[in-house]
Structure formats: C-alpha cells, structure tokens
C-alpha cells in the first residue's frame, strides 16, 4: 500500500517564517499556562520517568551508556531518519551524497564513514555490512519508521561482554514497539516535495497483538542541478504474544528505495563560478536499494533469544574525482552489493553464588553473510563501461560471551567479562589472485566498577579490549584490481583497548549529569576503501577526550539539555613524510536545546530549539587545512491535542550555508591539468527548509 502525493509547489519565506514564529512565540502568558497551577501525582511521575529514561544507572557498567524513549526520539525536528542517533552524547550525523544512502556518523574522534567502529542493531538483527560494496559497516538506517521505534539503547567503548565487531567506539541498539495507544495517522508536507506518510495500525488477534506500520516518503532536495527523486517505502508488520514465563515477538520488515545524489564538490568549482553551491559536477549519479527481513526474539526475566533472516542489496553510482582517472569517459562509478544474511543469539542470565545479589549473563551468537556479489564497475552515464573487481564471499562468525556483576558491598560492584570470536571469511574473485580464505580468532577481557558514592551520584571505572574485522576482500588481495600491482594484504580482525572513568549524578526526577573521561587505542586503522576498491594500510592509533551531557526537567513546563564532547585524535608511530593528525575527525561537537510545554501533561502548544556545532575537521595528517565550522538551529512548534496534532518543523533556521562534511583530495576538473587539483570538496548542509506535519490518532 502507498500513498501518494500530487507534487504542490510548497515554498516559505524568511517573512512567512517569522510570522508563524512570532505569532506563535507571543502567545499571552495568560493562555500558555492554562493548566492548573497544582502539580498531579500523574505529572510527577511524567517527570520522574523521563529523567530515568536517560540513564538507567542502576542497569548500567559505564558512565557512558543510556536509554532514550521512543517518544522522546520522535520529538525533536530532524532532517533525516539517521539523525535519531545525535540523542548519544557526542554523536553527531552528516551526508556526503544522496538522502537514500546511509549517513556519515561521527563519534569519539572517528569520521565512522558509514558505521566502521560502531555497531547498531534494530530488534536483535545487525545493521553493519561486513565487506560491503560501499565500506566495511555500512549502517544504513533508513529502513527504520521513527515512529515505530519503542527505545534506543546505546553504549560507547569496549566495555561490554556481549557487544563485539564494529563496536570500539560504541554502538546504539533499537527496539519497536509492542504495543499502540491507539492508531495513528501522520503526512508531512515540505518545501522541494517533500512528502511523508505513516500510518500505524494494531489489534488483537488470539491470544497476541499485530501491529502494522506503514510510510512512504518522496523528497526533490534542493540542489539546482539534479532532482533526488527519492521513492522510500517501508513496511513493519509485527505479532507480539505471550510464550511460557515471556513474550514472543515476531517481526517483517520490507524497504525499498531508490534517489538521485548530490555528491561533495570541490570548493575551486563554486569560487571559479562551474557550479553555484548547491550544484553537481556530475548529475548522473545516484542509487537503489532494498532490504527485506524476517525476525523472531523470545525475552524472558532469565532466557533471551533471537533470529534472523535478511536479504539486502544496493546498486549505487558516484564520481568523487570526476575525469581524474578517465580524461575521456569520466571516474563514474558504480557498487554494487547483494546479499543474504542469518543469524540469532541466545543467552541466559542466572544468580552468581560468590555473594548476595551477584548474576551472570552467558550467552553465544551466530551470523553468516552470504554475499553473492560485490562489485566495482566503471560506469559512464549509470551504463557499465568494465569491471574493476567482482567477488562472491561466505562470511561467518561464531561468539561466546560472559558478564558477571559481582556485589561487593551495598555500595561497590564489580563487573567481570570476557568474549571469544571466530570468523571464517573465502573470497572468490573474479580476479584469481585475489580469492581466497581467511580464518581468525580472539580473546576479549573487560572489567568494570561502579562506586554508588550517594544516593544521586555513581562513579564508574572501566576498561576493555575490543576489535573490528576488516573488509574480507582486503585480506585475502594480493594485486590492486585497479593497476595490478602487487600490494599488501589486512588482518581479519584488528585489535582496539578502551580506557574509561565517568561519574553520573541524578535525582532520577529533575537532572540527570553524566561526565566521562576516556581512551581508546586501535593497533591499526587498516580499512577497505570501497569508494576506490583497493585496501588502504593505515597506522596504529589513539584517542582520547571528555565528554559531558546534562538535563534539567526545569518545571513542568520547561526542559533543557546540552551535550559537548571533546576529543584529542592522532596517529601513535611517526612515518616520514606523514603528519599525526587522523584524517576525517571532529575534535568538539556541541549539541544543545529546550522545549517549552503549555500545560505540564505535553497537550497543548510546545515549543523546540535546538543548536548543533561541529568543529572544524581534520582533512589532512599535518592539519594545515582548516575547514569551517559547522553551527545549525532547527526549532519546531507544535499543537498537541488528545486525538490530533500539528507540527511546524524549521530545519536550518539561519539558513546556514555551512558543509556537511568535508574532504582534501586531488580530482580534476575539464581543462585541468592531468595530475589533477589538490583540493577542498564539501557537501553543504541544505538551505532552510520548512515542513508542516498534521496527525490524528483513532
């Protein structure tokens, strides 16, 4: 079922906007507070919910671990699906190319591409793309409906027994919902076609409840040479149940969507006058994708369980370097991944005899990727011209895992674990010399403790080994499927240690205050390089930094929040020739807002501002490239009645012509010379964009 929009030209003014907002924001005092003075036993508890839905403390083995409700997630005005994670302290979400793809996630001194060295998981199934046609990782979130979601989980460092590859910098777990208030209906109308539809459905059937949610999105952008095009579709169909001492849930999920990009361009283009700053170099780029999966998790107090089934592709065209490599045809080119993935996980969690109030978690868990094809095309017009490389690969991993919590006093607890990992990767490739097997194993340690110094502050010490695997196809190259020349192979896995101390202070009711101080040392950043099919042997490395969140429940009416991060990244061994500077960090992010509620249980008129700033980034090793800073404000005002709502969401409010992301690298331009221009090439954030949402609820 789709839904399906008429493309209405949709456009607001600067004027159009400050008049909505001044007229809103002016409200008589004598209206905006309607709700009586008297503060109900059922807003306390609102409050007191909220400030423990951020950081469960009592859960938790580290400083840096919390908990976001579904509710709270959809709140906020976002531009993009992926943007659910920036509710992590610290994590901030970009694009580099087209919305259809996955986003670029920084977090803790890592450019995390698309996911390398973070690992996100939705209802038991993973995210991350091992040996992936566009980058080890890739985490591409837009299969999730936002409005679907029932919780985030994330977590950072390497702190914890049952989370392993992609996890060094940390990683963010979703869960949907298993149950509805009540049904509901949401379309968002936006400037450049922006249209949306969600619906989301539930009744009882048996003993159990079905819950179907449905959306359908399109999007032009607003670029001036290209229209996106975007056709996102997605379908979550779930069947709750109560199975022995727990419950059953079985989910469906389908997503298909396809889009036109609007790649970074170099800054020589937009000064000289080729292109205006929303332009393209190349127009003829783009991509599909879909994803289809079948789930099955079991929770009980003592049993978890879970498996999975997904089938996965991704056809996607770029030009980074534009007729650098190919002064006749151009450097377009193409990706191509398909793909089928299983696996599950089953773990237990029973009493520890060594003292009052100890447990231990054992568990295992099991994936196989099955990759039929993973390609690089040179490509001209989206037509294939050759084949650069074309692999199939059997990927599996197997894992046990233990996580004790020991109670030392009423005060002191001491947490205990350990995993071991195994993958078994073959690689055949349409080059010979480039096929073969790998397999590899480790032993990973942690060990934590967390001191309750009061009965509103805990103070955590941890440290923890980690690891990721590296892209299959690099470990098994002997010859670089572009020259032909020999080159080195990666290590399977790769070795990370994470250091950590961190204090939270809350009164589970009006604040909630966390700090942690950290490090994190990587053996080598070894990566695939997917954009350009080769494996790129990068150096060993260490981060370390401070990060700091806090939230105020100031009335009521009235909540606020701030999140800064800070993080010192550099190369550990010196290379002639080489700078220490890692390429693609962000040294400080600061994510801050406040929303403002007329009546104290949310009805009513609310009222959201939010700022996001990222540093400027480090582009090269010697970091004599200084890009600019990036300062955003979104704010949305919204009406919230028992069976309605209607939202004005104004995304870039001061039109901020600031980069998304940005890169220093030679490509070359018509006319140019051979050798190419070493240059910067950015993506721009999108001009101030506005979209109108109206829901009812039945």
Do not use: C
Not at 168 to 183: I, M, V
Not at 480 to 505: C, K, Q
Not at 603 to 630: C, H, K, M, N, W
């Amino acid at each position: 079922m789709y839904l399906r929009f008429a493309k209405l030209p949709l456009r607001f003014s600067p004027i159009a906007i400050a008049i909505a907002l001044s007229s809103t924001l002016f409200i008589p005092v004598s209206f905006a507070l309607d709700d009586p003075d008297v503060e109900t036993e059922q807003d306390v508890e609102r409050i007191r919910i909220q400030g423990e839905a951020q950081t469960q403390s009592g859960q938790f083995v580290s400083a840096s671990q919390g908990w976001v409700s579904g509710d709270t997630l959809i709140e906020r005005p976002m531009l993009r699906t992926g943007e659910m994670l920036e509710f992590i302290p610290g994590m901030m979400v970009t694009q580099h190319s087209g919305s259809g793809k996955a986003n670029q996630y920084f977090l803790r001194g890592f450019n995390l591409d698309h996911g390398t060295d973070f690992a996100v998981s939705v209802d038991g199934m993973p995210v991350n793309m091992r040996s992936h046609g566009h980058g080890q990782g890739y985490s591409d979130l837009n299969f999730v409906i936002p409005e679907m979601v029932d919780n985030l989980s994330y977590f950072k460092g390497t702190y914890y027994a049952n989370i392993g590859d992609f996890s060094s910098a940390g990683g963010a777990y979703f869960s949907s919902k298993d149950s509805l208030e009540s049904n509901q209906l949401l379309v968002t109308l936006g400037e450049d076609n922006y249209r949306r539809a969600v619906t989301l459905n539930s009744a009882s059937i048996g003993k159990g409840t079905a819950i179907a949610a449905l959306e359908y999105q399109t999007y032009d952008g607003p670029w001036t040479d290209i229209d996106e095009d975007v056709k996102k579709k997605n379908a979550n169909l779930r069947y709750i149940v109560p199975l022995f001492d727990g419950e059953l849930a079985i989910s469906g999920m389908a997503y298909e969507n396809s889009w036109n990009s609007a790649d970074q361009v170099p800054a020589r283009a937009i000064e000289s006058g080729v292109i205006d700053r929303l332009g393209s170099i190349d127009t003829q780029v783009g991509g599909e994708s879909s994803r289809y999966s079948l789930s099955a998790q079991y929770n009980s107090d003592t049993v978890n369980a879970s498996l999975y089934a997904i089938d996965t592709d991704l056809t996607l065209f770029s030009n980074f370097t534009y007729f650098l490599d190919n002064p006749e045809t151009g450097d377009q080119f193409e990706q191509a991944d398909d793909r089928k993935i299983y696996g599950g996980e089953l773990s237990t969690t029973l009493p520890f005899a060594v003292t009052q109030g100890s447990s231990i978690t054992l568990g295992g868990q099991w994936r196989y990727d099955d990759i039929g094809n993973v390609g690089l095309y040179r490509t001209q017009n989206l037509e294939r011209l050759s084949t650069i490389r074309e692999d199939a690969i059997d990927s599996s991993s197997y894992a046990a895992f233990a996580q004790s919590n020991i109670v030392l006093s009423d005060s002191l607890t001491l947490s205990l674990g350990g995993r071991y990992d195994y993958f078994d990767i073959e690689v055949d490739s349409q080059i010979a010399a480039n096929s073969g097997d790998e397999k590899d194993g480790m032993f990973s340690l942690k060990a934590g403790l967390k001191y309750q110094y009061t009965d509103t502050m805990t103070m955590f010490a941890n440290i923890g080994q980690g690891y990721h695997s590296n892209d299959a196809r690099g470990v098994t190259i002997t010859q670089d499927p572009t020259t032909g020349e020999s080159i080195a192979s990666a290590p399977l896995l790769v070795r990370s240690l994470g250091y950590e101390t961190g204090i939270n202070w809350t009164d589970n009711k009006t604040y909630n205050v966390s700090a942690a101080l950290w490090q994190l040392e990587l053996d080598s950043e070894l990566v695939y390089v997917g954009d350009a099919g080769f494996t790129e042997a990068s150096r060993p490395s260490k981060r370390y930094g401070i990060e700091v969140s806090a939230y105020y429940w100031l009335s009521h009416h009235l909540t606020a929040d701030i999140e800064a991060a800070y993080t010192k990244a550099r190369f550990s061994d010196t290379v002639a020739g080489e700078g220490d500077h890692i390429d693609g960090t962000v040294p400080a992010v600061v994510s801050a807002g406040a929303t403002w509620y007329q009546q104290s249980n949310q009805q009513g008129f609310s009222y959201t501002l939010r700022a996001r700033y990222l540093s400027s980034r480090t582009v090269d090793s010697f970091d004599t490239i200084e890009p600019p800073s990036t300062f955003l404000l979104n704010t949305q005002i919204a009406y919230q009645d028992t069976d309605w709502q209607i939202g004005l969401e104004v995304l870039n409010l001061l039109d901020s012509d600031a980069h998304d992301i940005d890169y220093y690298y030679a490509s070359r331009l018509p006319g140019e010379p051979e050798e190419g221009v070493e240059d910067l090439h950015y993506h721009p954030v999108e001009p101030r964009t506005v979209r109108l949402t109206f829901g009812i609820k039945y």
